[in-house]
Protein backbone atom coordinates (compact mmCIF):
# COMPACT_ATOMS: atom_id res chain seq x y z
CA UNK A 1 0.00 0.00 0.00
CA UNK A 2 1.45 3.17 -1.03
CA UNK A 3 1.65 5.55 1.97
CA UNK A 4 -0.21 8.22 0.44
CA UNK A 5 -2.98 8.41 -2.62
CA UNK A 6 -4.20 11.13 -4.14
CA UNK A 7 -6.83 10.57 -6.93
CA UNK A 8 -5.08 11.81 -10.27
CA UNK A 9 -7.80 13.01 -11.78
CA UNK A 10 -8.01 15.53 -14.28
CA UNK A 11 -10.88 17.28 -12.43
CA UNK A 12 -12.02 19.40 -15.26
CA UNK A 13 -14.61 22.45 -13.84
CA UNK A 14 -15.88 25.77 -14.77
CA UNK A 15 -14.84 29.16 -13.53
CA UNK A 16 -16.51 29.90 -9.90
CA UNK A 17 -17.16 26.22 -9.65
CA UNK A 18 -16.05 24.69 -5.72
CA UNK A 19 -13.86 21.85 -6.37
CA UNK A 20 -12.47 19.44 -3.64
CA UNK A 21 -9.64 16.99 -3.36
CA UNK A 22 -8.58 14.42 -1.11
CA UNK A 23 -5.35 12.67 -0.20
CA UNK A 24 -4.96 9.75 2.11
CA UNK A 25 -2.45 8.29 4.00
CA UNK A 26 -1.32 4.87 5.50
CA UNK A 27 0.73 5.95 8.34
CA UNK A 28 -0.91 7.28 11.78
CA UNK A 29 2.00 8.70 13.01
CA UNK A 30 2.02 11.55 10.78
CA UNK A 31 2.59 14.84 12.15
CA UNK A 32 2.77 17.55 9.41
CA UNK A 33 0.86 17.72 6.39
CA UNK A 34 0.68 20.19 3.55
CA UNK A 35 -0.52 21.00 -0.27
CA UNK A 36 2.02 22.08 -2.83
CA UNK A 37 0.76 23.56 -5.82
CA UNK A 38 3.03 22.12 -9.39
CA UNK A 39 2.33 24.01 -12.48
CA UNK A 40 3.44 22.10 -15.80
CA UNK A 41 7.03 21.29 -15.81
CA UNK A 42 7.95 23.95 -13.04
CA UNK A 43 9.04 22.92 -9.79
CA UNK A 44 6.08 22.16 -6.42
CA UNK A 45 5.30 25.19 -4.43
CA UNK A 46 4.14 25.30 -1.25
CA UNK A 47 0.34 25.89 -0.99
CA UNK A 48 -0.15 25.34 2.76
CA UNK A 49 0.34 23.57 5.54
CA UNK A 50 -2.66 21.40 6.88
CA UNK A 51 -3.84 21.77 10.88
CA UNK A 52 -4.91 19.97 13.34
CA UNK A 53 -7.99 22.41 13.18
CA UNK A 54 -8.09 23.38 9.81
CA UNK A 55 -6.37 26.38 7.17
CA UNK A 56 -8.14 28.94 5.40
CA UNK A 57 -6.29 31.15 2.93
CA UNK A 58 -8.63 32.91 1.20
CA UNK A 59 -10.35 30.85 -1.25
CA UNK A 60 -8.29 27.73 0.04
CA UNK A 61 -9.31 25.74 2.68
CA UNK A 62 -7.29 22.56 3.91
CA UNK A 63 -8.73 20.12 6.47
CA UNK A 64 -7.11 16.88 8.23
CA UNK A 65 -9.04 14.23 9.43
CA UNK A 66 -6.97 12.10 11.69
CA UNK A 67 -9.58 9.27 12.17
CA UNK A 68 -9.97 8.64 8.61
CA UNK A 69 -6.30 9.34 7.77
CA UNK A 70 -6.97 11.76 5.18
CA UNK A 71 -6.53 15.48 3.89
CA UNK A 72 -8.41 17.36 1.78
CA UNK A 73 -8.29 20.53 0.01
CA UNK A 74 -10.80 22.97 -0.87
CA UNK A 75 -10.90 25.98 -3.83
CA UNK A 76 -13.74 28.02 -4.14
CA UNK A 77 -14.52 30.52 -6.90
CA UNK A 78 -12.30 28.56 -9.32
CA UNK A 79 -9.68 30.77 -11.39
CA UNK A 80 -7.96 29.80 -14.98
CA UNK A 81 -5.03 30.21 -12.79
CA UNK A 82 -5.96 27.66 -10.65
CA UNK A 83 -5.18 25.05 -13.33
CA UNK A 84 -2.54 22.76 -12.00
CA UNK A 85 -1.46 19.61 -10.04
CA UNK A 86 -1.99 19.51 -6.45
CA UNK A 87 0.25 17.05 -4.43
CA UNK A 88 -0.21 16.60 -1.03
CA UNK A 89 2.86 15.91 0.90
CA UNK A 90 3.50 14.49 4.49
CA UNK A 91 5.92 13.41 7.23
CA UNK A 92 5.95 9.42 7.81
CA UNK A 93 8.41 7.77 9.81
CA UNK A 94 12.62 7.51 10.62
CA UNK A 95 12.69 11.49 9.23
CA UNK A 96 10.97 10.61 5.76
CA UNK A 97 9.06 12.94 3.66
CA UNK A 98 6.26 11.68 1.59
CA UNK A 99 4.45 13.15 -1.89
CA UNK A 100 1.18 12.08 -3.71
CA UNK A 101 1.88 11.54 -6.97
CA UNK A 102 -1.15 14.73 -7.64
CA UNK A 103 -4.36 15.35 -8.69
CA UNK A 104 -4.80 17.76 -11.63
CA UNK A 105 -6.82 20.51 -11.84
CA UNK A 106 -8.40 22.19 -14.97
CA UNK A 107 -10.15 24.74 -14.62
CA UNK A 108 -12.41 25.73 -18.28
CA UNK A 109 -13.72 29.26 -19.11
CA UNK B 1 15.53 36.86 -2.21
CA UNK B 2 16.50 34.12 -0.23
CA UNK B 3 15.57 31.43 -2.51
CA UNK B 4 16.81 27.56 -3.65
CA UNK B 5 18.91 27.94 -6.87
CA UNK B 6 19.81 25.01 -9.25
CA UNK B 7 22.23 24.90 -11.76
CA UNK B 8 21.77 24.05 -15.09
CA UNK B 9 18.31 23.97 -15.78
CA UNK B 10 18.81 21.71 -18.45
CA UNK B 11 21.09 19.05 -18.89
CA UNK B 12 21.49 16.61 -21.91
CA UNK B 13 24.10 14.17 -21.24
CA UNK B 14 25.09 10.87 -23.43
CA UNK B 15 24.14 7.27 -21.78
CA UNK B 16 27.15 6.58 -19.48
CA UNK B 17 28.57 9.79 -18.93
CA UNK B 18 28.62 10.95 -15.71
CA UNK B 19 26.97 14.32 -15.33
CA UNK B 20 26.63 16.87 -11.85
CA UNK B 21 23.86 18.76 -10.79
CA UNK B 22 24.30 21.64 -8.51
CA UNK B 23 22.04 23.11 -5.82
CA UNK B 24 22.76 26.18 -3.56
CA UNK B 25 20.63 27.66 -1.08
CA UNK B 26 20.59 31.06 0.95
CA UNK B 27 17.77 30.06 3.40
CA UNK B 28 20.30 28.67 5.90
CA UNK B 29 18.06 25.50 5.75
CA UNK B 30 20.11 22.53 7.91
CA UNK B 31 18.50 19.91 5.73
CA UNK B 32 18.72 19.62 1.76
CA UNK B 33 17.36 16.82 -0.42
CA UNK B 34 17.79 15.59 -3.84
CA UNK B 35 14.13 14.35 -5.26
CA UNK B 36 13.63 12.37 -8.52
CA UNK B 37 10.79 13.21 -10.56
CA UNK B 38 8.99 11.66 -13.37
CA UNK B 39 6.27 12.59 -15.68
CA UNK B 40 2.58 12.18 -13.97
CA UNK B 41 4.87 10.72 -10.83
CA UNK B 42 5.40 11.85 -7.32
CA UNK B 43 8.55 13.56 -6.50
CA UNK B 44 10.72 10.24 -5.43
CA UNK B 45 12.98 10.89 -2.92
CA UNK B 46 16.60 10.05 -3.26
CA UNK B 47 18.28 11.47 -0.24
CA UNK B 48 18.60 14.14 2.18
CA UNK B 49 21.30 15.49 4.46
CA UNK B 50 20.51 16.91 7.93
CA UNK B 51 23.31 19.07 8.71
CA UNK B 52 26.77 16.69 7.36
CA UNK B 53 24.40 13.99 8.53
CA UNK B 54 24.12 12.00 4.94
CA UNK B 55 20.75 9.81 4.48
CA UNK B 56 20.05 7.85 1.80
CA UNK B 57 16.98 6.02 0.47
CA UNK B 58 17.10 2.42 0.51
CA UNK B 59 16.28 1.92 -2.68
CA UNK B 60 18.10 4.89 -4.42
CA UNK B 61 20.64 3.46 -6.88
CA UNK B 62 24.21 3.20 -6.06
CA UNK B 63 24.58 5.13 -9.37
CA UNK B 64 23.46 8.29 -7.72
CA UNK B 65 25.87 9.99 -5.36
CA UNK B 66 25.11 13.13 -3.29
CA UNK B 67 28.07 15.67 -1.55
CA UNK B 68 27.39 18.30 0.53
CA UNK B 69 30.44 20.26 0.63
CA UNK B 70 28.75 23.14 3.46
CA UNK B 71 25.66 24.28 4.66
CA UNK B 72 25.04 26.29 1.33
CA UNK B 73 25.92 23.70 -1.15
CA UNK B 74 24.55 20.04 -2.72
CA UNK B 75 25.21 18.30 -4.91
CA UNK B 76 24.12 15.11 -7.14
CA UNK B 77 26.34 12.94 -9.12
CA UNK B 78 24.91 10.82 -11.54
CA UNK B 79 27.90 8.29 -12.46
CA UNK B 80 26.52 6.60 -15.33
CA UNK B 81 23.36 7.81 -16.60
CA UNK B 82 20.85 5.39 -18.00
CA UNK B 83 18.05 6.21 -20.37
CA UNK B 84 15.83 5.49 -17.31
CA UNK B 85 17.41 8.45 -15.34
CA UNK B 86 15.72 10.88 -17.31
CA UNK B 87 13.85 13.04 -14.86
CA UNK B 88 13.52 16.21 -13.33
CA UNK B 89 15.80 16.48 -10.64
CA UNK B 90 14.29 18.44 -7.38
CA UNK B 91 16.51 20.26 -4.78
CA UNK B 92 14.57 21.04 -1.52
CA UNK B 93 15.55 22.55 1.76
CA UNK B 94 13.69 22.67 5.38
CA UNK B 95 15.05 24.19 8.15
CA UNK B 96 13.95 20.45 10.35
CA UNK B 97 12.88 17.42 8.59
CA UNK B 98 9.39 17.67 9.52
CA UNK B 99 9.07 20.92 8.31
CA UNK B 100 7.80 22.90 5.43
CA UNK B 101 10.38 22.07 1.73
CA UNK B 102 10.95 24.65 -0.19
CA UNK B 103 12.03 23.78 -3.42
CA UNK B 104 14.10 24.70 -6.34
CA UNK B 105 13.41 25.32 -10.28
CA UNK B 106 14.87 21.79 -10.35
CA UNK B 107 16.90 20.18 -13.54
CA UNK B 108 15.92 18.86 -16.43
CA UNK B 109 17.71 16.18 -17.39
CA UNK B 110 18.09 14.01 -20.65
CA UNK B 111 20.00 11.14 -21.27
CA UNK B 112 20.53 10.43 -25.18
Known amino acids: RKEVEQDPGPFNVPEGATVAFNCTYS??????FFWYRQDCRKEPKLLMSVYSSGNEDGRFTAQLNRASQYISLLIRDSKLSDSATYLCAMNGNFNKFYFGSGTKLNVKP | DAMVIQNPRYQVTQFGKPVTLSCSQTLNHNVMYWYQQKSSQAPKLLFH???????NEADTPDNFQSRRPNTSFCFLDIRSPGLGDAAMYLC???????????FGPGTRLLVL
Open chain 2, 49 to 55: YYDKDFN
Open chain 2, 92 to 102: ATSSRVQETQY
Open chain 1, 27 to 32: NSASQS
